[in-house]
Every structure is written in structure tokens, then in C-alpha cells.
């Protein structure tokens, strides 16, 4: 949290406005103005309307977070994953690479609970070790992409001109090639088999999304009374965008981010599907719903163990950004 | 309204240069175009050289990109890794791929637009949220998931679809792989449609169409569909593109012989003409699809046809 | 006597709890009268208006208690078939805003024939015609031409223009008008105003003119309502609340009036904020920002006194309204 500017009045004219419903502003002037006969004069919009102490954007969230149950069980699983990615032996303690193909497309048995797979590699063992592939591939692209897209976003915004220009125009090329075909041209080349085409590939097509946002929502921030104020006050332009815009326009990137880390997970797996991601002998589960296609009449729960676990992992981390965008954005209330 | 179509047009230039040449480097730069011209085996030195020389391949890459896009532009997309025209293949892959998408976009303006209507007006409701909780659901299982399993589902345990479309691929063997490549879309659509209508529905002018005493469903379909569906319809505009695009991993599951898999093919037998050359289509697809929604808009929305 | 409130009562449910907008609020308006409701936001005077208007947003609003009579009968007993037939023809609101107001994507045109199309079964093109004449009466320029136009492409006078002649359309009896002058220009609002007042005479309407602006209601109004948190504290006829308010929320309000006559003197403004109104204090709902607040004020809850002098009928919510009068 930043602390408090010295100028509180204008904060307080900023958030009246129809705009920046994501800022600190206006969460905080609505407590002093918004009630039912507020201009919308539909009722009252929401809790913090009437909520008697002001409360900050974030510590708001929190509190809502704290009580969505959506939050709380996406969180958990996520937790979850992350451990299991770090230490997979604690609940696998198999090795995912010793296969017996005496027992290839063996179903469950005691101390094997999800079967064998086409090549006879135990499925529960190598679904837990694929949630590290999923885990590292997630979060290191959406890092990546969430660093190179806010900063170029950001700045492209916060200065405008021609790089905003040139910025812009290169993010619609990058929307104009499909993602999935882009993968397939660029990786299709790389022999290397590790993590690392794959994250730098998504984190190449992945940010001028993220710029989008951060350069709109810093538009949108630069707007606000209270920078033109900061500014007037002469505040130096470093300041201004570490200090006073960058906490209120971070809110949308955090949100789309976490999102976009969801749908990351699902793209390595679809490229290690079609045979450009990770490449056995790596683990992921990607590579193993796609060996275990051809056996699927035999053999589904090579197919389902697998498929389970990533839309488990995705459908987490999209339902917690899910959650962190309705706890951020009071509109929705 | 001339201007705006002429200002658009002339912002897609470079956008359709630079989405081409990112490819065609990216296919040039990374892949060896004429590895995949021997077949099987390697190429041996002489007949690489030669090879490079016909291709225009020792001249600087800008001006291969040229040259290609020259030839492009006369109708001359090159030659297939089978010694099949390019333009052939795409004469048989397009209209199959047309017919997916078209399907898949039907899906998500009926099922898409009704379920975020009946949703976003119903908000907080069990109905909302069982929809709400299905489209995450959707949103999250990737759609390779999601094919294989209504496949191994429908085609190979009950036996409803044939779990591989045949080659000529009529409509109607068309209609589950269709409805997997929209399922993310769709569900996207929904939430899309249900946020906007609830927005829209404690809007003034909406308040205002209540208070002119409007029968209800007036005020639903004359007042709030129309301005809710607006960023709806920019949505399944511009998703023409990416669905076309985005047929490989479907087109695979279900052994289309579309265009996902002659640019499978391609990239597979590293063939740069085939590649390029229906990315090229692709991009013009996309940007076309782009121009249509921003025609379409300026339709909806007065504000931007007068602006 | 056209409509009459009687202890209406409308609370929203949010997350915060409930909010009791408005808490027994009753007042009358004649035929050809002009009843100006006043306060702050938040004071339950445009929810009151909505729940008359019957467009409250329901939920999270509630109306749990008070008659809306409307020519003797009682509106929020009818079904909402009924209800609708009457809104926009019988009674119609004026709202702040008339550029969110109208609809972004229908010709201006449209959206006035849209009132004689669904209300008199009128042909479109007759509905256009009307239109225009509309347009016409509520003096837009070139109301042939401009029909045709969207919202956005009107001056925010012609807009408000429109959304008076909107409301007139059908010559209803009552007019509501919610702070109808706010979103303007200065030199426009007293046009703006002056048209309304013109019109109302012309169809005898009733007019219950919301606002927190006293200037305005001073020329227009013939009587005032006061409401605080919910509640109306003082109503009385325009001329004697000018001349001595009976309570010291509306003392506080004409105070803060800047005047010419007083130049130099520090502006007075009411210490402290508007109730939240999940939390109304205890007592006299004002009493935390009242200078006259005693003991008593604390723990009861004034009733609206009769204090009545002169013919007019008069009353104000104040344990202490005869020192507030006479003081």
C-alpha cells in the first residue's frame, strides 16, 4: 500500500467520477457520498456504499476473499499442486519412467490405483509428476509474460506517442496468428527437450495481452485528478508511475494474469499433445493423453487420469482469478 | 461511414505485413525450408544448392518475402510437399474448415447468446449459477480434452457419431467436432453476454424504458438485448479467425482433412510453401473478420457511425 | 387530491445489512401543484420517487410498509400489468441524467413514438409524426430533421428537451421529476426549468420536483417536503420555510445558500455527513450534526408536529421546533 498522499481532497473528486471503478479512490470517496439516492439511483450498489469504515481496495478483497468459498477451495487445490510439484515422492513413490510392458493397459490393481498406460508405466505415478511440468511451465511464463507485458504496456501508456503507436501495431500482429499454429511452426524446429521453448514461446505470444491491459489501465489511472494533481505538484515521472499509478493499475494485470496462467497450463498441454511441446521421455500430460489416444477403447483410464488432473489444475487457477476479479472489481457487486 | 471503412483498411496493412513476415521468418529463420523437399532422406549438398538457388533461397530473407508475396498476390501460393500447388490443397482444406467454423459459430450465437440472456437476467439465481459453474468448467478442460473424450464417448461407447469424420465432411458429421472447437468460445460468449446484460439492465435508459411503462419483454428485446449484444457481437467476430486458426487440435482428433490438418501436414514435412501459405490466407481471414465487426458495430452503435 | 403517500416504508437489502431508505415517508400533491422535495443524497427522496413510480429495483429494494394512492387507489396493490398501464401514461419521470437516460442506439424519434405505439396502438408512422410534434412543443429546432438523430448527437439541453417531452408525451397527470436540472449548464438549467413550469400549467399536471438545489424551488414550488435520513423533518408551504424553517436540518440548508446580501461573511455548511443508513442513530436521526440537539433528541424519535400558523397546513419533525421557528 502506498501511503496516504497529501492531497486527500482530490482523491476523493477522482473516485466520484464514473471511471476507475478499480481504484483506491473510489472505493474509499463512495463511502462518503454513495448512498440510495446516488446518480445511478438504482439503489445501492453495494456493501461499501454504506459500509461505515472505509476500507483500501485491497484489505476489501481480502476480506472478501477470505469468505468466497470459491477462493478458498481453488486455493487449496493450488496449494496442493505446488507441493506436489516440489516434492512428488511424498504421496508418488514409484518412478515415472519404469515401465513394464508385460503390464501394458492393465487396469487398476492394489498399489497401482489408476492403472497401467499403453507402454505399462504406472498412470498414478506419472500423473503426479506431470503436475510439475504443469506447475513450472504456469508459472514461470505467466511471470514472464506479466513482467515484459506490464512494463511494455505500462510505459506505452504512461508516455504514449509514437512507441504507443508502434506498440500497439505490434500487439495486433501478434492477435493475428493463431496461438496453437504459432507453437506448432516455432517449436516444431527445437530439439531441445526441456521447459524452457515452451515458456519462452508462450511468454513471446503471450505478452502483448498483458500489455494491453496495463497500457489501458494505466490510461485510465494517468486520468485520475489525483495524478494530474501529483503531477502539478511536480512530481517526477518515475514517481508518478512507481508511486501513484502503478498500485491502481496493477489490479487488472494481477486478475487477467492468474487467468492466463490457467489457460498457459492447458496450451503446454495441448502442444505436448501434438507433439511440438515436452517430448517423452518428459513428463507431462500433455504427452500422456495424447500416447494414451490410440489405446483409448482398451485403456480409457490412461486417458482419464491424466485429462482429470490438468482441467482440475486449469479450472483452478482460472476460478481463483475468477474470484480475485469479483473481490478487486466493486462493480460486479 | 466511407472514411472509417478506408481508415480501418489502411490500419490492416501493416498488421497483415507484419503478421506474414513474423511467419515467414519465424518458418525461414528456424526451420530449414528445403529439408523437407528430399523426402525421407537428406538432402545431398549439390541438389541443396541447387535447390536454394530455384527457390531464390541465397537471396537476403526480406527478399524472398518479396518475392512470395509478389507471387501471392498473382494467385502463386507454391508448391506442396507432394508437388500438388498449394492453392489446390487450399481448394479442398478451406471449404471443409468453413463448414467446422460455421458450425461452431452457430453454436455459440444460439447457445452462447441464449444462455448468457436467460443467465444475466436471472442473476444470483440456482439457474445462473449452475451455468456460471458449467462455463469454468468448460473454459477449463482444453479442448483436445474435451474432444477426445465426447469421442471416446459418443463414437466409441455409444457409438451416436463416427468417431472420425470422413473425408468429403458433410454438415452433419460436422456438428460434435464443431461444437468442441466453440466450447471454450461459447462458454466465453455466455459469461460475455450474461456481464453485459446484467450491466446494462440497471442502466438508466433501461430504468427509463420501465418508467415509459414498456411491457417487459419490450424493454428486454428493443432496449437492453441491443446494446448488451454489441460487444457480444465484436466477440464472435473476431473469433472467426482465431476458430479457423484454432481447428488444428480438433481437425486432429477427429482426422479432418481441413485446413488444421494440411498445415499439420506441413509443418510436420517442414514444407514453408504449404505453411506459409495458408497462414497467409488465415491472417486475411482474420483480418477480414476483423473488418466485418468493425463494420458491424458502427451498424449497432450509432455513436461510433457518427463519430 | 391526485396522489397521495402514506407511511411508506422501503429498506434494500445489501451486504452490509439493511439499509432502511426510507422510513414512513408520507405527502400529497394536488392536480396543477408543484411539490418540491428536498435533501441531501442519500436522504430516501429519489427512492421514494422510484417506489412511486413503481421502478424500484426489487431486489435488493423492498417496500414493507405505506399505501401509494394515485386518484384514490392504491398503486402497489395493483398487478404489474396494471402498474405498467400506468406508468408513462398517467404519471411519467423526468430523470438527472438524459444522456444515460435515452437509449444510446434508438433514434430520439423512436424512443418518443415508442410511447404512442405501445401505450395508443398507434401506426409508426403516425408515432413519428407525433414525435415531431413533440419535439416541436418542447421547442427542439428543426424537429423534422432531428427525429432522425440519436441522443449523443444533442446538446445537453435539447437532450433534457427531449426527456421532458418524452415524459409529456401522453399528457399524464403526475410528473416526477428527479433532480431534472443538475446534469446542466447554468444558463440552460433556467430554460430547462422554465419550460417545465410552462408545460405543467398548460396540462394542469402535478409536479414533484426533486432537487438539493433551493434556488430552484423557490421559484417553482408550491409547497416543500424536507427529508433526512429517510424521513420527511419539515414540510410546509414554500413561502413560510423561506421565511422561518421549523427545523434546524432545513435552517441548516437555507444557510448555506451563498448570498449576495451576506458577501464577505463565511458560507455556514452543516457539520459532519449523512447518516450510513444501516446504522441510523438512535433518537432524532439528526441529532448528531444538530446545534440545538439536547438530551431527549438522543433517545426519542420526533413525530412530525403540527405547527401550523398561518392557513397552510405546516409540520416539522423537531422536539424543539418552536425555538428552531421563533429563535
Not at chain 1, 469504515?53 to 478483497?61: N, Q, T
Request: glycine content about 10%; hydrophobic content about 45%; proline content about 6%.
Amino acid at each position: 500500500m502506498p501511503e496516504q498522499p497529501p492531497y486527500e481532497p482530490e482523491r476523493a473528486i477522482a473516485g466520484t467520477g464514473t471511471g476507475g471503478q478499480m481504484d483506491l479512490a473510489a472505493s474509499e470517496a463512495t463511502t462518503l457520498e454513495g448512498t440510495p439516492d446516488g446518480p445511478g439511483g438504482s439503489g445501492p450498489g453495494g456493501s461499501s456504499d454504506l459500509g461505515g469504515r472505509p476500507r483500501s481496495l485491497w484489505s476489501d478483497a481480502w476480506h472478501d476473499l477470505r469468505r468466497n468459498p470459491v477462493f478458498i477451495i481453488s486455493g487449496l487445490v493450488i496449494l496442493f499442486l505446488v507441493v506436489i510439484s516440489v516434492w512428488p515422492s511424498l504421496i508418488a513413490p514409484g518412478n515415472p519412467l519404469h515401465c513394464e510392458l508385460s503390464k501394458a493397459q492393465e487396469g487398476s490393481q492394489p498399489g497401482h490405483p489408476f492403472g497401467y498406460d499403453g507402454q505399462g508405466c504406472d498412470v498414478y505415478t506419472r500423473t503426479v509428476y506431470g503436475a510439475r511440468t504443469s506447475v513450472l511451465v504456469g508459472v514461470l511464463a505467466t511471470l514472464g509474460v506479466a513482467v515484459l507485458g506490464s512494463v511494455l504496456g505500462g510505459l506505452a501508456g504512461f508516455f504514449g506517442g509514437v512507441g504507443d503507436s508502434i506498440l500497439s501495431r505490434i500487439t495486433d500482429v501478434f492477435f493475428a496468428i493463431p496461438v496453437v499454429l504459432g507453437g506448432l511452426v516455432l517449436l516444431s524446429v527445437i530439439t531441445s527437450n526441456t521447459v524452457w521453448p515452451v515458456i519462452g514461446f508462450i511468454v513471446l505470444l503471450g505478452w502483448p495481452q498483458i500489455s494491453r491491459i496495463a497500457r489501458g489501465s494505466v490510461i485510465t489511472a494517468k486520468q485520475n485528478d489525483y495524478v494530474q494533481a501529483a503531477r502539478a505538484l511536480g512530481a517526477s515521472n518515475s514517481r508518478l508511475l512507481l508511486r501513484h499509478i502503478a498500485p491502481n493499475a496493477v489490479a487488472p494485470v494481477i486478475v487477467v494474469a492468474t487467468i492466463a496462467l490457467g489457460t498457459y497450463i492447458a496450451l503446454e498441454a495441448t502442444l505436448s499433445y501434438l507433439g511440438v511441446g515436452l517430448k517423452p521421455p518428459s513428463v507431462s500430460w500433455g504427452i500422456d493423453i495424447s500416447a494414451a489416444s490410440p489405446y483409448v477403447r482398451n485403456a480409457p483410464h490412461a486417458l482419464l487420469w491424466p485429462s482429470g488432473a490438468l482441467a482440475v489444475t486449469v479450472l483452478a487457477f482460472i476460478m481463483l482469478g475468477d474470484a480475485v476479479r469479483d473481490a478487486l472489481d466493486p462493480k460486479l457487486r | 461511414m466511407g472514411r472509417y471503412v478506408v481508415r480501418r483498411l489502411l490500419q490492416m496493412i501493416p498488421v497483415f505485413i507484419g503478421a506474414t513476415l513474423l511467419i515467414f521468418l519465424m518458418v525461414n529463420v528456424m526451420g530449414d525450408p528445403i529439408a523437407g523437399l528430399c523426402g525421407e532422406r537428406e538432402c545431398d549438398p549439390a541438389t541443396a544448392a541447387q535447390l536454394r538457388k530455384e527457390f531464390g533461397l541465397d537471396k537476403p530473407v526480406w527478399q524472398q518475402y518479396l518475392t512470395y508475396m509478389g507471387n501471392v498476390f498473382t494467385g502463386d501460393f507454391g508448391t506442396a510437399f507432394n508437388g500438388q500447388p498449394v492453392t489446390e490443397l487450399m481448394g479442398t482444406a478451406f471449404p471443409v474448415t468453413i463448414r467446422l467454423t460455421i458450425v461452431a459459430i452457430v453454436a455459440e450465437i444460439v447457445i452462447g447468446i441464449t444462455l448468457g440472456v436467460v443467465t444475466g437476467l436471472r442473476r444470483g439465481r440456482p439457474v445462473d449459477t449452475t451455468v456460471l459453474v458449467l462455463t469454468l468448467v468448460v473454459i477449463s478442460v482444453p479442448t483436445f480434452v474435451t474432444g477426445l473424450l465426447l469421442q471416446l464417448l459418443l463414437g466409441v461407447k455409444w457409438e451416436w457419431i463416427r468417431p472420425s469424420v470422413s473425408p468429403e465432411a458433410p454438415f452433419d458429421e460436422l456438428i460434435v467436432p464443431g461444437l468442441v472447437l466453440a466450447s471454450v468460445s461459447l462458454a466465453y460468449v455466455t459469461r460475455l453476454t450474461r456481464t453485459s446484460i446484467a450491466e446494462n439492465r440497471r442502466s438508466d435508459y433501461v430504468r427509463t424504458a420501465i418508467a415509459k411503462g414498456l411491457p417487459r419483454r419490450r424493454v428486454i428485446t428493443r432496449h437492453l438485448l441491443r446494446n448488451s449484444l454489441i460487444p457480444v457481437v465484436t466477440f464472435i467476430g473476431t473469433d472467426i479467425g482465431a476458430l479457423m486458426g484454432g481447428a488444428i487440435v480438433t481437425e486432429r482428433i477427429f482426422n479432418i482433412h481441413g485446413v488444421g490438418y494440411q498445415l499439420y501436414q506441413g509443418i510436420l514435412r517442414q514444407n514453408t510453401q504449404t505453411v506459409v501459405g495458408f497462414v497467409t490466407v488465415l491472417v486475411l481471414v482474420f483480418l477480414a473478420a476483423n473488418l466485418l465487426v468493425d463494420l458491424l458495430y458502427a451498424v449497432l452503435d450509432p455513436r461510433i457511425r457518427y463519430a | 387530491m391526485l396522489l397521495e403517500v402514506r407511511d411508506l416504508h422501503v429498506e434494500f437489502h445489501t451486504r452490509d445489512g439493511v439499509a432502511r431508505a426510507v422510513n414512513g415517508v408520507s405527502y400529497a400533491v394536488e392536480a396543477g401543484e408543484t411539490l418540491a422535495v428536498l435533501g441531501e443524497s442519500g436522504s430516501g427522496k429519489s427512492v421514494t420517487a422510484q417506489a412511486v413510480m413503481g421502478i424500484l429495483d426489487m431486489p435488493p429494494g423492498r417496500i414493507t410498509a405505506g399505501e401509494v394512492l394515485f386518484e384514490g387507489r392504491d398503486l402497489l396493490k395493483l398487478k404489474e400489468e396494471e402498474r405498467r398501464k400506468v406508468r408513462g401514461a398517467e404519471m411519467a419521470m423526468i430523470f438527472q441524467d438524459a444522456l444515460s437516460s435515452l437509449n444510446p442506439v434508438l433514434t430520439v424519434g423512436d424512443q418518443l413514438g415508442e410511447m404512442f405505439t405501445v401505450h395508443r396502438g398507434m401506426s409508426r408512422k403516425d408515432a413519428r409524426a407525433k414525435a415531431v410534434e413533440l419535439m416541436d412543443r418542447v421547442r427542439i429546432p428543426a424537429a423534422r430533421e432531428r427525429v432522425r438523430q440519436y441522443p449523443h448527437q444533442f446538446s445537453g439541453g435539447m437532450r433534457q428537451r427531449i426527456m421532458i417531452a418524452m415524459a409529456m408525451a401522453l399528457e399524464p397527470k403526475l410528473i416526477i421529476a428527479d433532480e431534472p436540472t443538475t446534469a446542466l449548464d447554468v444558463t440552460v438549467q433556467a430554460q430547462v426549468m422554465e419550460l417545465l413550469a410552462e408545460l405543467q400549467r398548460e396540462f394542469r399536471m402535478g409536479l414533484i420536483l426533486i432537487t438539493h438545489d433551493l434556488g430552484v424551488v423557490a421559484d417553482v414550488a408550491d409547497k416543500i417536503a424536507v427529508m433526512y435520513a429517510g424521513r420527511i423533518v419539515e414540510s410546509a408551504p414554500v413561502h413560510d420555510i423561506y421565511k422561518a424553517p421549523a427545523h434546524p436540518y432545513t435552517r441548516g440548508l437555507l444557510d448555506s445558500i451563498p448570498r449576495l446580501d451576506q458577501k464577505g461573511r463565511e458560507l455556514y455548511a452543516i457539520k459532519g455527513l449523512p447518516p450510513n443508513l444501516t446504522r441510523i442513530p438512535p433518537g432524532c436521526a439528526f441529532h448528531p450534526r444538530c446545534p440545538m440537539a439536547q438530551e431527549v433528541c438522543r433517545t426519542d424519535v420526533p413525530p412530525l408536529y403540527d405547527v401550523t400558523e398561518s392557513d397552510a397546513e405546516r409540520g416539522s419533525a423537531c422536539h424543539f421546533w418552536r425555538e428552531c421557528l421563533h429563535g
